[in-house]
């Protein structure tokens, strides 16, 4: 009888033992100590001339690349570095060239109608004067003679033909300035054509483009980060080309936009070349971007471009195109109080944590200072060896 109470009393603490450890709530914490605390932001990039004489895509239209000489090449001035397709060019000069030879046909008709119509109204003013003639060659105007409704036929036929030969001059001087105004227009339809045919022909004579400088030829990335190719459409005025003087090279760094946190001018960088990683170069920001911008086509991700001056060059190593990592130094370490970011909350304008007091966590209000991706700096609020909730606790007392 003893051994079943004792062991049905076992029973029912394990009962009430598991039912206490089912509502133990499991917060993970992190304790607060002084952290050495720096801002390290790291981005990739290449390396680029600071100086580079640019070759700009010729003529007035947008043409074909159809051959691009092999880029990272020694090139003399006078060489040919790219041409451009002549077949589209030459179709469409032709087309503006057949244009205006049926304007100019247009031309030639309209000015046979107007003169044909001229000759009908000199014919009919000669006409009507022989009738004048006429008319007052047997006028008739004595009542003795002739009826009174004889007279006044008369008259009507006089002022028939006076009204008629009013109308011809008007009608004339109409198809003059009608045929002016053909004229007018069919001469602005063909010089639209003319201007556009002499633009074909001027393209078909900068079908080629030379180097206007001895060196290494590097070609130009549109704002995509695209280099021109063959088969590529490319507008007048473009670069498609640099030359770059190797005497001065430089960095050029991107930087995710959420990783660019207090970039500015002067920051010391540290660079490592893909090619030889083994090796370090350091250098310096000179210039960041007001704003960021993506850099491949198609993806929305965008970056801050950063220029960076090399403090060391190596003309052996470095070349235009080389790619590169950075790392760059925001802030140098220093011991900080700092918590991670993940149990920062925000609310009503407030920053504040959840700290732990006994065996229960409450809100307490912080201010924070700088952070990286990782952590943030507590400037009030915090002291060495406080405890903190990582995570939202379930239960917080009422009273804060």
Request: proline share 4%; hydrophobic share 40%; charged share 25%.
């Given at each position: 009888?003893?051994?079943?109470?004792?062991?049905?009393f076992?029973?029912?603490?394990?009962?009430?033992?598991?039912?206490?450890?089912?509502?133990?709530?499991?917060?993970?914490?992190?304790?607060?100590?002084?952290?050495?605390?720096?801002?390290?932001?790291?981005g990739?990039?290449?390396?680029?001339?600071?100086?580079?004489?640019?070759?700009?895509?010729?003529?007035?239209?947008a043409?074909?690349?159809?051959?691009?000489?092999p880029?990272?090449?020694?090139?003399?001035?006078?060489?040919?570095?790219?041409?451009?397709?002549?077949?589209?060019?030459?179709?469409?000069?032709?087309?503006?060239?057949?244009?205006?030879l049926?304007?100019?046909?247009?031309?030639?008709?309209?000015?046979?109608?107007?003169?044909?119509?001229?000759?009908?109204?000199?014919?009919?003013?000669?006409?009507?004067?022989?009738?004048?003639?006429?008319?007052?060659?047997?006028a008739?105007?004595?009542?003795?003679?002739?009826?009174?409704?004889e007279?006044?036929?008369?008259?009507?036929?006089?002022?028939?033909?006076?009204?008629?030969?009013?109308?011809?001059?008007?009608?004339?001087?109409?198809?003059?300035?009608?045929?002016?105004?053909?004229?007018?227009?069919?001469?602005?339809?063909?010089?639209?054509?003319?201007?556009?045919?002499?633009?074909?022909?001027?393209?078909?004579?900068q079908?080629?483009?030379?180097?206007?400088?001895?060196?290494?030829?590097?070609?130009e990335?549109?704002?995509r980060?695209?280099k021109?190719?063959?088969?590529q459409?490319?507008?007048?005025g473009?670069?498609?080309?640099?030359?770059?003087n190797?005497?001065?090279?430089?960095?050029?760094?991107?930087?995710?936009?959420?990783?660019?946190?207090?970039?500015?001018?002067?920051?010391?960088?540290?660079?490592?070349?893909?090619?030889?990683?083994?090796?370090?170069?350091?250098?310096?920001?000179?210039?960041?971007?007001?704003?960021?911008r993506?850099i491949?086509?198609?993806?929305?991700?965008?970056?801050?471009?950063?220029?960076?001056?090399?403090?060391?060059?190596?003309?052996?190593?470095?070349?235009?195109?080389?790619?590169?990592?950075?790392?760059i130094?925001?802030?140098?370490a220093?011991?900080r109080?700092?918590?991670?970011?993940?149990?920062?909350?925000?609310?009503?304008?407030?920053?504040y944590?959840?700290?732990?007091?006994?065996?229960?966590?409450f809100?307490?209000?912080?201010?924070?200072?700088?952070?990286?991706?990782?952590?943030?700096?507590?400037?009030?609020?915090?002291?060495?060896?406080?405890?903190?909730?990582?995570?939202?606790?379930t239960?917080?007392?009422d009273?804060?």
């Amino acid at each position: 009888m003893k051994t079943i109470s004792y062991s049905l009393f076992l029973l029912v603490c394990l009962v009430l033992l598991t039912a206490c450890e089912d509502k133990i709530e499991t917060i993970p914490t992190y304790s607060i100590q002084d952290t050495e605390f720096e801002i390290r932001v790291s981005g990739f990039g290449e390396i680029e001339a600071a100086n580079a004489q640019r070759i700009l895509t010729p003529g007035t239209q947008a043409m074909a690349i159809a051959w691009l000489a092999p880029e990272n090449t020694i090139v003399q001035k006078g060489d040919v570095i790219a041409r451009f397709d002549a077949q589209q060019i030459i179709r469409d000069s032709r087309n503006e060239e057949l244009e205006m030879l049926k304007l100019q046909a247009d031309i030639v008709r309209s000015e046979a109608v107007q003169v044909q119509q001229q000759n009908d109204v000199v014919s009919d003013q000669v006409f009507v004067q022989e009738e004048f003639a006429f008319v007052d060659r047997f006028a008739i105007d004595d009542l003795r003679i002739y009826s009174q409704l004889e007279i006044i036929d008369t008259l009507q036929n006089r002022d028939f033909l006076e009204a008629k030969d009013e109308f011809l001059d008007w009608k004339g001087g109409s198809l003059t300035q009608q045929h002016e105004s053909e004229i007018a227009v069919l001469d602005i339809q063909k010089n639209s054509h003319k201007t556009k045919f002499e633009r074909f022909q001027s393209a078909l004579s900068q079908l080629e483009v030379v180097a206007p400088y001895s060196g290494l030829l590097v070609y130009e990335k549109d704002r995509r980060g695209e280099k021109p190719s063959v088969g590529q459409t490319v507008f007048p005025g473009r670069p498609i080309a640099k030359i770059p003087n190797l005497d001065d090279l430089q960095a050029k760094v991107f930087v995710l936009a959420n990783d660019a946190i207090d970039l500015t001018n002067d920051l010391p960088v540290n660079i490592r070349l893909d090619a030889f990683p083994d090796k370090k170069f350091d250098g310096y920001i000179t210039n960041v971007s007001a704003f960021p911008r993506s850099i491949e086509r198609g993806n929305p991700v965008t970056y801050y471009e950063i220029t960076v001056e090399l403090n060391q060059q190596d003309s052996e190593i470095m070349q235009p195109g080389r790619k590169l990592i950075a790392d760059i130094q925001v802030k140098t370490a220093s011991e900080r109080l700092v918590i991670p970011l993940q149990s920062i909350h925000h609310e009503n304008g407030q920053s504040y944590v959840y700290l732990q007091s006994g065996d229960v966590f409450f809100k307490s209000t912080v201010s924070t200072g700088i952070k990286n991706q990782f952590l943030v700096e507590i400037t009030q609020g915090l002291s060495r060896g406080d405890t903190i909730a990582l995570s939202v606790p379930t239960q917080i007392p009422d009273n804060n």
